[in-house]
């Protein structure tokens, strides 16, 4: 079946540094987005990007279906951003069904 | 943006009791969806509907009924509880032309 995998597993900045998050699947998607989860749990659309370039505020996600990979750039971090980022994928058929990956956990300290 | 909520938000049972989870969204979305989260499993989804009266088996859905009532409501049902379903439980909604999920804040289950 797909599978999606997120790197690195966690990371830990410093307030004001930039980060890097990558995905990558196994076979095409037709939907990708990138969810934000709380350390409470609460679970956050951030962008949807099946392919191409995205901006919202801080964030930028570029996918290349052809490569089956994705990424999320946060720039300026701020010790808000500590949480769970979530890859997910959709391959098509209207069920809309998503695979996730396992997340990358970022630590933003002050 | 969608507004999905769900209900109860923790819920603390005994194996073998019976549980239902609720979900309602306000949008008029299509499809609705309930998943599950577990340490080392991410998100996996369990059953989904594209409308009332429907519903369609994920890829987790052992141990598992669903209800879609209404295009609003959708439940999951646990009749006889296991600690195995212990998980934090997300409902999701989409509307029928785009692939975008909009979630809800989640219920924590905890079976002992």
């Known amino acids: 079946g797909q599978q999606v995998q997120q790197s690195p597993a966690s990371l830990v900045l410093q307030e004001g540094e930039n980060a890097e998050l990558q995905c990558n699947f196994s076979?095409?998607?037709?939907?990708l987005q990138w969810f934000y989860q709380s350390p409470g749990g609460s679970l956050v659309s951030l962008l949807s990007n099946p392919s191409g370039t995205k901006h919202t505020g801080r964030l930028t996600s570029t996918t290349v279906t052809k490569e089956r990979r994705s990424s999320l750039h946060i720039s300026s971090s701020q010790t808000t951003d500590s949480g769970t980022y979530l890859c997910a994928i959709g391959t098509g058929a209207n069920t809309g069904k998503l695979t996730f990956g396992h997340g990358t956990i970022l630590r933003v300290h002050p | 943006e969608a507004a999905v909520t769900q209900s109860p938000r923790n819920k603390v049972t005994v194996t073998g009791g019976n549980v239902t989870l609720s979900c309602r969204q306000t949008n008029s979305h299509n499809y609705m969806y309930w998943y599950r989260q577990d340490t080392g499993h991410g998100l996996r989804l369990i059953h989904y509907s594209y409308g009332a009266g429907n519903l369609q088996i994920g890829d987790v859905p052992d141990g598992y009924k669903a209800t879609r009532t209404t295009q609003e409501d959708f439940f999951l049902l646990l009749e006889l509880a296991s600690p195995s379903q212990t998980s934090l439980y997300f409902c999701?909604?989409?509307?029928?032309?785009?692939?975008?999920?909009?979630f809800g804040p989640g219920t924590r289950l905890t079976v002992l």
């Open positions: 076979s095409t998607a037709t939907q």
């Open positions: 999701a909604s989409r509307r029928g032309d785009s692939y975008e999920q909009y």
